[in-house]
């Protein structure tokens, strides 16, 4: 079974954000290698959506429902709700992500 992947506007803003930077910080090549690979991984759950482990910052914050895959260091968060994937976070994993998913998820 495919599953339809979804973008939220705030993670198509992570990756414009962390692509930009790199862009900026190091080289055009770089960024263009980092987005082929987050894309990629985002790709990848169309068809192996749950191989994803679920988020533990979340889980802590009483959202059990997230899971993660990484293209280190980046960790890609999202939902699987029926035949969609659903991300909603793309973020350097070296963030502080129980402040991170406080912000995101409780407003």
Request: net charge neutral; no cysteine.
């Amino acid at each position: 079974m495919n599953y339809r992947v979804q973008l939220t506007t705030d993670a198509k803003t992570d990756l414009a954000g962390i692509v930009g930077y790199i862009r900026v910080h190091d080289s055009l090549e770089s960024a263009q290698f980092v987005y082929d690979k987050l894309r990629a991984t985002i790709d990848s759950l169309k068809s192996f959506p749950n191989r994803g482990t679920v988020v533990e910052e979340a889980r802590q914050l009483g959202e059990d429902h997230l899971r993660e895959v990484f293209f280190k260091p980046y960790r890609i968060l999202y939902e699987v709700a029926d035949n969609r994937v659903i991300v909603y976070l793309i973020a350097d994993g070296r963030r502080n992500m129980q402040e991170l998913l406080a912000k995101r998820l409780l407003g």
